[in-house]
């Protein structure tokens, strides 16, 4: 099983290596949203890392999962990998992150629209195979450590929009 973690992580790694965050949404600005305001948030967005989302640090994420739901385009393909990396590895998992991301991609509109983005614009052919592999990965391999129901129907979703 850590064979396939490792091979999962790197799939994931590869597929999302060019991805910066530029002038999207960090997740500090996402949870200033989220709090209709929040000084220290819009601080941290300021040294926010915006090139590489390997140097993302797993607290930041797991402290504001509900920042997800404010993330825009670039903000969401940004902090994708950091988030399906940190899942495969159970020591740094969360099931409210994990939650509210499969919530967010279970949320995408009947004509694939996220927010003003359509998916298969945000996600390129081997970032949605690398999501698409994720979600295999924890509907096969990790039934009890995923919502099961939650999983199945964001892997609908992500291959209805590939």
């Keep these: 099983m850590q064979t396939l973690r490792i091979w999962l992580a790197d799939y994931i790694e590869h597929a999302f290596r060019r991805v910066t965050l530029g002038d999207g949404t960090s997740i500090y600005r996402a949870e200033s949203i ?3 305001g929040n000084p220290l948030e819009d601080e941290l967005d300021q040294t926010a890392e915006r090139i590489d989302w390997r140097r993302v640090p797993n607290a930041d994420l797991l402290k504001r999962n509900w920042a997800l739901h404010h993330l825009d385009a670039k903000g969401f393909r940004f902090y994708t990998p950091a988030i399906l990396t940190m899942m495969i590895d159970p020591q740094n998992r969360s099931s409210m992150l994990m939650d509210t991301f499969l919530f967010r991609l279970i949320r995408v509109n009947s004509d694939c629209m996220i927010g003003d983005e359509c998916f298969h614009r945000i996600f390129n052919a081997s970032q ?14 990790e039934p009890r450590g995923f919502n099961d129901v939650d999983v199945r129907r964001a892997l609908e979703v992500v291959k209805r929009c590939s």
């Design 34 to 36: 989220d709090d209709y």
């Design 128 to 141: 949605r195979a690398a999501i698409i592999r994720f979600l295999k990965f924890a509907q096969h391999n």
